[in-house]
């Protein structure tokens, strides 16, 4: 048993924008947004999640790859690390265009890796004889590039969507992304506050999984349990932080076991009994049986996280608030932030704000609005 | 006279403070006192279980260890010198009561809990929610449900549990091992306090039945009282196959404590031995298990089943083959468990600790894939709501007690529990004796206990920064060592202090 692992710690700010009509927003203003917040991290890394941003290739997967230096792992020659990657997603997938990410050096952003990112498909025949999905594939590709190759970090793997991140602060890692030359109809960001220097870009917030992307502020007090229990399902966590827990709990309870999204917010921060034996029988029968079933994943200690997926976008609190989670409306925008100042940063004139009741989701769909 | 044994303790009465009362006689069960004109203690029989020292209005009676001394040897303590001249006087094995009390490592005392600071925020149980509640049994690898309405609702129903509102269950202990009102007293607590407690291998006497619903039942090697209607009684039916105390040993009430309601509740004559084989003459594999296992099931509308084991060195091979056997909760007893009776060198001898037991288990049925598929019951060791908290920790779902409820209703650990005598009315089948043990009274202390606990616990959860217990529950990085050594760190999953 490998016990000897240690924790990643850190407080963050993060802010969110969904407009559920479909309509595009330019990276510039969740910048704006999250540069507000400049004093909720500490310059060791900034990070954003965008949707709808490569409509051109929408039906790629568009895997955004870094090449640096790997915690844990030996440094050689990204350029190497970079061709064997490429050979491998040769033989694995179906690369219609591969091309460096472009980006603005700076000098707040003095050193970065080498950023390249690839639209592919899966190859026709490839899934035959398997009882695996397109994303089923795309995950184990990820995770064999990430685990197999040194130096080579898949840090964004969706459709239509992309992650940007590095260490820095938020506002410099946008201008070095040049994310104003981008429009998606949702965004998240995150600001972070690491209690070690981390150095890593891989490290830095968003984490994704296909079109999923979490940014996330707290920091889980039942992290161990939920760790053992995500193992117990064949997932190795690498990153040992939070945001990884986050993504994979709702990896397992909604893609691979198929709990409605609602269901597993539920389950992450799960009702308290008092209020459960309150509840008419249905209702109450299925919370128990939440509890009963996924308490190992109930995430416990503080949060607030953004969840983007693809159709919409999910932000919720920990079962008591232990962190600051703000909501917004105007039109058919929703914003979502750490602070309400970085909501009106951007929106000065909401039609409706509020704090969110803990443990209480607010859930965006794309085309419906907050469901 | 047996003149090569020393007494053990030495009786003192303050004649001066002494009113002659003879509540002294009255009460030692182990007849210490005579009088003529002034009481005089035959400190050779003194057992030192202090029921006269709390009985003496005049706090007259001082009970000391026997001030002789023999020549020191470190191989050859007085212990083991006393059990040499005992046997060979007598020619008999040893026997004792309670748990084994060599001075083995204890290894929950190594084991230190975290708390937050700064980072994140610990929780104050006097002003949040703090749960307790837990459920005993098998849970689904996954739930199937939908939403209808925005309102969460089950497609198919999950297995019966048993619901718990402290992760603290009360440990099997026969009805001839304890005393009818002991009984009584367990299976009150466990209905006041949302618990359960086990019924031992020795049937369900009526006025118990309407307990039902806080009660395990035990079907054990001799099938004492097992008939469909008890099988039915209780909440689950648990199937002992060992005991932490005396692992692969059978049991052995010997018939003059077989009267008229242990005869009727045990359905055995009156006056007759009751020995439990040290196997079940029908399981003598893991297949006979799940035959036994799924007969039970059918018998119960599907009831959980719990095995119980003592922890022995294959104990994670074993959990697992049991889990796949089809039980619904692995009682894990640990080497430091009680007993009515067993052999004090088998007691002393056999047997592992739970805290590594647990942790193998644990970790064993997680790598199997299969820790939803039954609950983990830690026991044997269990002393207070810190052990209750490291064990779970470790990975156990719930901690059951027996030695801690038996000190909750007055005993005196005396280990004396083999001799049918104790003072307390607790391990003695004597009505003289069990008359002392008032249920309710009985009761009201074990729900003291209980909440005690309950609120430590709270408090531990707290400290830790969760509101749930299952967040606690197998957050092994909630735990430090302090002075175990690497390979036990290693078993233990548990990183050193300082890490
Ligand atoms: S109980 Fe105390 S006061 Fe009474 S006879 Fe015994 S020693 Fe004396
Ligand atoms: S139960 Fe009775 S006989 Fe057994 S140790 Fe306790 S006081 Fe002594």
């Given at each position: 048993?490998?016990?000897?692992?240690?924790?990643?710690?850190?407080?963050?700010?993060?802010?969110?924008?969904?407009?559920?009509?479909?309509?595009?927003?330019?990276g510039?203003?969740?910048?704006?947004?999250?540069?507000?917040?400049?004093?909720?991290?500490?310059?060791?890394?900034?990070?954003?999640?965008?949707?709808?941003?490569?409509?051109?290739?929408?039906?790629?997967?568009?895997?955004?790859?870094?090449?640096?230096?790997?915690?844990?792992k030996?440094?050689?020659?990204?350029?190497?690390?970079?061709?064997?990657?490429?050979?491998?997603?040769?033989?694995?997938?179906?690369?219609?265009?591969?091309?460096?990410?472009?980006?603005?050096?700076?000098?707040?952003?003095?050193?970065?890796?080498?950023?390249?990112?690839?639209?592919?498909?899966?190859?026709?025949?490839?899934?035959?004889?398997?009882?695996?999905?397109?994303?089923?594939?795309?995950?184990?590709?990820?995770?064999?590039?990430?685990?197999k190759?040194?130096?080579?970090?898949?840090?964004?793997?969706?459709?239509?969507?992309?992650?940007?991140?590095?260490?820095?602060?938020?506002?410099?890692?946008?201008?070095?992304?040049?994310?104003?030359?981008?429009?998606?109809?949702?965004w998240?960001?995150?600001?972070?506050?690491?209690?070690?220097?981390?150095?890593?870009?891989?490290?830095?917030?968003?984490?994704?999984?296909?079109?999923?992307?979490?940014?996330?502020?707290?920091?889980?007090?039942?992290?161990?349990?939920?760790?053992?229990?995500?193992?117990?399902?064949?997932?190795?966590?690498?990153?040992?932080?939070?945001?990884?827990?986050?993504?994979y709990?709702?990896?397992?309870?909604?893609?691979?076991?198929?709990?409605?999204?609602?269901?597993?917010?539920?389950?992450?921060?799960?009702?308290?009994?008092?209020?459960?034996?309150?509840?008419?029988?249905?209702?109450?029968?299925?919370?128990?049986?939440?509890?009963?079933?996924?308490?190992?994943?109930?995430?416990?200690?503080?949060?607030?996280?953004?969840?983007?997926?693809?159709?919409?976008?999910i932000?919720?609190?920990?079962?008591?608030?232990?962190?600051?989670?703000?909501?917004?409306?105007?039109?058919?925008?929703?914003?979502?932030?750490?602070e309400?100042?970085?909501?009106?940063?951007?929106?000065?004139?909401p039609?409706?704000?509020?704090?969110?009741?803990?443990?209480?989701?607010?859930?965006?769909?794309?085309?419906?609005?907050?469901? | 006279?047996?003149?090569?044994?020393?007494?053990?303790?030495?009786?003192?009465?303050?004649?001066?403070?002494?009113?002659?009362?003879?509540?002294?006689?009255?009460?030692?069960?182990?007849?210490?006192?005579?009088?003529?004109?002034?009481?005089i203690?035959?400190?050779?029989?003194?057992?030192?279980?202090?029921?006269?020292?709390?009985?003496?209005?005049?706090?007259?009676?001082?009970?000391?260890?026997?001030?002789?001394?023999?020549?020191?040897?470190?191989?050859?303590?007085?212990?083991?010198?006393?059990?040499?001249?005992?046997?060979?006087?007598?020619?008999?094995?040893?026997?004792?009561?309670?748990?084994?009390?060599?001075?083995?490592?204890?290894?929950f005392?190594?084991?230190v809990?975290?708390?937050?600071?700064?980072?994140?925020?610990?929780?104050?149980?006097?002003?949040?929610?703090?749960e307790?509640?837990?459920?005993?049994?098998?849970?689904?690898?996954?739930?199937?449900?939908?939403?209808?309405?925005?309102?969460?609702?089950?497609?198919?129903?999950?297995?019966?549990?048993?619901?718990l509102e402290?992760?603290?269950?009360?440990?099997?202990?026969?009805?001839?091992?304890?005393?009818?009102?002991?009984?009584?007293?367990?299976?009150?607590?466990?209905?006041e306090?949302?618990?359960v407690?086990?019924?031992?291998?020795?049937?369900?006497?009526?006025?118990?039945?309407?307990?039902?619903?806080?009660?395990?039942v035990?079907?054990?090697?001799?099938?004492?009282?097992?008939?469909?209607?008890?099988?039915?009684?209780?909440?689950?039916?648990?199937?002992?196959?060992?005991?932490?105390?005396?692992p692969?040993?059978?049991?052995?009430?010997?018939?003059?404590?077989?009267?008229?309601?242990?005869?009727?509740?045990?359905?055995?004559?009156?006056?007759?031995?009751?020995?439990?084989?040290?196997?079940?003459?029908?399981?003598?594999?893991?297949?006979?298990?799940?035959?036994?296992?799924?007969?039970?099931?059918?018998?119960?509308?599907?009831?959980?089943?719990?095995?119980?084991?003592?922890?022995?060195?294959?104990v994670?091979?074993?959990?697992?083959?049991?889990?796949?056997?089809g039980?619904?909760?692995?009682?894990?007893?640990?080497?430091?468990?009680?007993?009515?009776?067993?052999?004090?060198?088998?007691?002393?001898?056999?047997?592992?600790?739970?805290?590594?037991?647990?942790?193998?288990?644990?970790?064993?049925?997680?790598?199997?894939?299969?820790?939803?598929?039954?609950?983990?019951?830690?026991?044997?060791g269990?002393?207070?709501s810190?052990?209750?908290?490291?064990?779970?920790?470790?990975?156990?779902?719930?901690?059951?007690i027996?030695?801690?409820?038996?000190?909750?209703?007055?005993?005196?650990?005396?280990?004396?529990?083999?001799?049918?005598?104790?003072a307390?009315?607790?391990?003695?089948?004597?009505?003289?004796?069990?008359?002392?043990?008032?249920?309710?009274?009985?009761?009201?202390?074990?729900?003291?206990?209980?909440?005690?606990?309950?609120?430590?616990?709270?408090?531990?959860?707290?400290?830790?920064?969760?509101?749930?217990?299952?967040?606690?529950?197998?957050?092994?990085e909630?735990?430090?060592?302090?002075?175990?050594?690497?390979?036990?760190?290693?078993?233990?999953?548990?990183?050193?202090?300082?890490?």
């Amino acid at each position: 048993m490998d016990h000897w692992w240690q924790k990643d710690i850190s407080g963050c700010g993060l802010s969110g924008i969904i407009n559920w009509d479909g309509k595009r927003i330019s990276g510039a203003v969740i910048k704006k947004s999250v540069a507000l917040m400049h004093d909720r991290g500490n310059g060791q890394g900034g990070g954003f999640a965008a949707y709808g941003i490569y409509p051109e290739h929408k039906d790629h997967y568009a895997l955004h790859i870094m090449f640096t230096e790997e915690p844990g792992k030996p440094t050689r020659d990204f350029d190497d690390a970079m061709k064997e990657t490429e050979a491998y997603l040769d033989r694995a997938l179906a690369v219609d265009l591969a091309e460096d990410i472009p980006v603005r050096v700076t000098e707040k952003v003095p050193s970065h890796p080498l950023l390249r990112r690839y639209f592919v498909k899966v190859k026709q025949g490839s899934l035959k004889g398997t009882n695996m999905t397109e994303d089923d594939y795309i995950v184990s590709a990820v995770m064999h590039i990430n685990d197999k190759i040194d130096n080579a970090f898949v840090f964004s793997s969706g459709r239509n969507m992309g992650a940007f991140k590095g260490v820095g602060f938020p506002e410099d890692i946008a201008d070095f992304f040049m994310l104003e030359n981008y429009e998606g109809h949702t965004w998240t960001a995150h600001n972070r506050f690491p209690t070690n220097t981390q150095g890593w870009w891989g490290g830095a917030h968003p984490f994704t999984l296909l079109d999923w992307s979490i940014v996330h502020n707290g920091e889980i007090s039942s992290y161990g349990i939920n760790k053992r229990y995500l193992e117990m399902f064949g997932y190795k966590l690498a990153l040992l932080t939070d945001t990884e827990v986050v993504t994979y709990m709702f990896d397992l309870l909604v893609r691979r076991q198929g709990l409605p999204i609602s269901a597993a917010c539920m389950a992450v921060a799960a009702p308290f009994w008092k209020d459960i034996d309150r509840m008419e029988e249905s209702e109450r029968e299925a919370c128990e049986a939440i509890r009963m079933v996924y308490g190992p994943a109930l995430l416990n200690g503080p949060f607030a996280i953004l969840f983007g997926h693809g159709k919409g976008l999910i932000g919720m609190n920990d079962r008591i608030k232990l962190r600051p989670f703000i909501a917004a409306t105007k039109g058919k925008t929703v914003y979502m932030a750490s602070e309400e100042s970085a909501i009106r940063e951007i929106c000065p004139e909401p039609k409706e704000v509020w704090a969110p009741r803990a443990g209480h989701p607010v859930v965006v769909e794309m085309g419906k609005g907050i469901v | 006279m047996n003149r090569t044994m020393p007494p053990e303790f030495r009786v003192k009465i303050d004649q001066e403070k002494c009113r002659k009362c003879k509540r002294c006689l009255m009460s030692c069960s182990f007849g210490v006192y005579s009088f003529a004109d002034r009481v005089i203690p035959d400190s050779n029989k003194c057992v030192a279980c202090n029921r006269c020292v709390v009985m003496c209005p005049e706090d007259a009676i001082t009970i000391h260890e026997s001030p002789n001394v023999y020549k020191d040897h470190p191989n050859w303590p007085l212990s083991i010198r006393k059990n040499v001249w005992k046997q060979a006087e007598t020619g008999g094995v040893l026997l004792t009561g309670m748990g084994n009390d060599r001075p083995y490592p204890i290894i929950f005392d190594h084991l230190v809990v975290d708390a937050c600071q700064v980072t994140n925020p610990s929780i104050d149980p006097l002003r949040e929610p703090m749960e307790l509640r837990t459920f005993l049994g098998r849970k689904p690898d996954k739930l199937e449900m939908e939403m209808v309405g925005g309102k969460p609702r089950l497609k198919e129903k999950l297995p019966q549990n048993i619901k718990l509102e402290i992760p603290v269950i009360f440990a099997p202990m026969s009805f001839g091992a304890i005393s009818l009102n002991a009984h009584k007293s367990l299976a009150m607590a466990a209905k006041e306090s949302g618990t359960v407690y086990g019924t031992g291998e020795g049937g369900l006497h009526e006025e118990l039945y309407d307990y039902g619903p806080w009660t395990i039942v035990q079907c054990a090697s001799g099938r004492f009282g097992v008939h469909s209607e008890y099988l039915n009684a209780g909440v689950a039916v648990e199937i002992k196959i060992g005991q932490g105390a005396k692992p692969g040993i059978g049991g052995h009430l010997p018939g003059e404590k077989i009267g008229a309601e242990i005869s009727r509740t045990r359905m055995i004559p009156v006056g007759t031995d009751a020995l439990s084989p040290a196997p079940h003459h029908d399981i003598y594999s893991i297949e006979d298990l799940r035959q036994l296992i799924y007969a039970i099931k059918e018998a119960t509308g599907y009831k959980p089943v719990s095995v119980k084991i003592a922890c022995v060195h294959n104990v994670a091979a074993i959990a697992t083959g049991i889990v796949r056997a089809g039980a619904d909760i692995v009682y894990l007893d640990g080497f430091k468990g009680g007993t009515g009776a067993a052999p004090t060198q088998i007691r002393d001898h056999v047997g592992i600790p739970i805290e590594l037991a647990l942790a193998a288990v644990d970790d064993r049925l997680r790598q199997e894939g299969i820790r939803n598929q039954a609950s983990i019951v830690a026991a044997g060791g269990i002393r207070s709501s810190a052990d209750a908290v490291k064990a779970i920790a470790l990975g156990a779902d719930a901690c059951a007690i027996g030695t801690a409820a038996l000190l909750a209703m007055g005993c005196s650990l005396c280990q004396k529990c083999y001799t049918g005598n104790c003072a307390w009315g607790i391990c003695t089948q004597k009505p003289e004796l069990t008359r002392r043990l008032d249920p309710e009274w009985g009761a009201m202390r074990l729900n003291n206990l209980l909440r005690a606990w309950g609120h430590e616990i709270k408090e531990f959860l707290g400290a830790l920064g969760v509101n749930s217990v299952e967040s606690l529950r197998g957050s092994r990085e909630r735990l430090r060592g302090v002075g175990l050594d690497a390979q036990t760190l290693d078993i233990l999953g548990v990183k050193p202090a300082g890490r």
